[in-house]
């Protein structure tokens, strides 16, 4: 049986920031693999598309801007910074981008797999119209 210590530390340790960072909080069982892959999975697809762009507009982040790239090699300090300018589409580059080869279950990379190609078809739509050469 699962304690509500164990429930908590999952919760706390299976965030991007902490695998990027090394600090996984909790212990690498089966059921943190399940859970973590189904967070990471409510992350992309079509659905992160819109939660990506709904939280960028909550925050009044700019859609794209050329002149800010996408940061590289984040630790979970410079990740959570608020100081530097980003933009919703950088945070595909950032981290969208990496979490279908951070899965950690099968079934996870599986569904993973799909939801990523559509992540790539759609920035590379966004750019295109973005150009003006779509």
């Known amino acids: 049986p699962y304690t509500y210590v164990w429930v908590i530390r999952v919760i706390r340790g299976l965030g991007f920031k902490n695998e990027v960072s090394n600090k996984l909080n909790a212990e690498p069982t089966l ?77 996870g990379k599986k569904r993973a797999e799909k939801r990523h190609k559509f ?3 759609f920035v590379a739509e966004f750019y295109e119209e973005w150009s003006g050469r779509a």
């Open 31 to 107: 059921e943190f693999a399940v859970v973590q892959d189904a967070d990471r999975l409510d992350a992309i697809g079509a659905i992160g598309v819109a939660r990506c762009f709904t939280y960028g507009g909550s925050k009044n982040s700019a859609l794209h801007d050329p002149n800010v790239l996408p940061r590289d090699n984040l630790s979970k300090e410079k990740y959570m910074s608020k100081e530097e300018k980003q933009t919703s589409i950088n945070h595909f580059h950032e981290k969208l981008f990496k979490l279908k080869d951070m899965m950690k279950t099968e079934a």
């Open 119 to 121: 992540m790539e078809n």
